[in-house]
């Protein structure tokens, strides 16, 4: 599956476990995915998103744990609110918002991650 479109995914260490290189092999996503490991969304910051659009990317995606089974207690949930928050400051920027999303994942769910990629692969074709 050759995937020219470059999209990066913030990803918690504890919900994205499976390499991407093993993911492109298998043919399960494409060549332009991007993951950023990070210990907890809860750590991502504002500019590391507008920072992706701003290097490239076509769409970004945030991918923690579920609210209620975040390892960090409230990773997610702050992730959740920045995530909003630069939806509006791309919409400002006259970028449809809709190419960044969060997502709530299983932990350890590969499954959840590539459906993610696919959400984002989908929202870059529309």
Known sequence: MANMAK?????????????????????VIGEGVEFR????????????LLDAFTEGAE??????????GCHNKSGSLRASKRVKYAKALLEELGIDGARLEMFFTKRGSTADIVDAVKVMEDRIKS
């Open 7 to 27: 999209i990066v995914g913030f990803c918690c260490n504890y919900t994205s476990q499976v390499s991407k290189d093993v993911l492109e092999r298998e043919g």
């Open 59 to 68: 769409a970004v995606f945030v991918a923690g744990c579920r609210i209620e």
């Open 37 to 48: 490991r990070l210990p907890c969304t809860g750590r991502l910051e504002i500019p590391m």
